[in-house]
């Protein structure tokens, strides 16, 4: 399928506006929604079944939530009637969840943590310090925030902004990073390690 990237002048629409030179540039961005690896999740073995659980056990209860809804419709006038309300509300929570959790392993990547390890990857344990300041320290795993309730570090996501801009460096190297508030930070890799769980 050709496509035809519009820029001013050379439009043919006959919208006067599209064509006209004052315009700035219309640029084009190549958008990959077929790449499975994009949204891929990084999850160990122990989190992707812990998350399997749960998914099976949402499954299980849908007759439950939807017998909760029907006696709750048989108690009278919907429009004034709280627990119909809330058994549908708890419903729509519930399959959210779901949908979440379906997409969620079906783009995982289920891993172990390397076991040697040179530089910042999905699957480290990072320690850094802030703005030259070897006592403002942090340690954290890098990986999906899913793996979380797996470990008592805290997680970072390869795409959070500290994630992105480490991933990749080396102990003892500095980067810097700005935040959703558009402060800059930098900071300094004291120690890589293998998450051992």
Known sequence: ???????????????????????????????????????????TQEAFDRLKAELDGLIANRTAVAAEI???????????????????????????????????????????????VDKVELGVVVSIHFDGDKDDTETFLLGSREIAKTTTLTVYSPESALGSAITGHRTGDTVKYTTPTGAEIKVTIDKIAPFTG
């Open 1 to 43: 399928m050709a496509r035809e990237v519009l820029t001013p002048g050379s439009a043919t629409a006959t919208d006067g506006n599209v064509g006209d030179s004052s315009y700035p540039p219309i640029e084009e961005l190549a958008v990959s929604t077929t790449d499975p690896k994009a949204h891929a999740t990084w999850l």
């Open 70 to 116: 029907n006696e709750r419709r048989e108690e009278g006038d919907l429009k004034e009637n709280g627990g119909y309300h809330a058994a549908r509300e708890e419903q729509g929570k519930q399959e959210g969840r779901i949908r979440e959790l379906n997409e969620l392993l079906r783009t995982a990547e289920v891993h172990r943590a390397p076991d040697k």
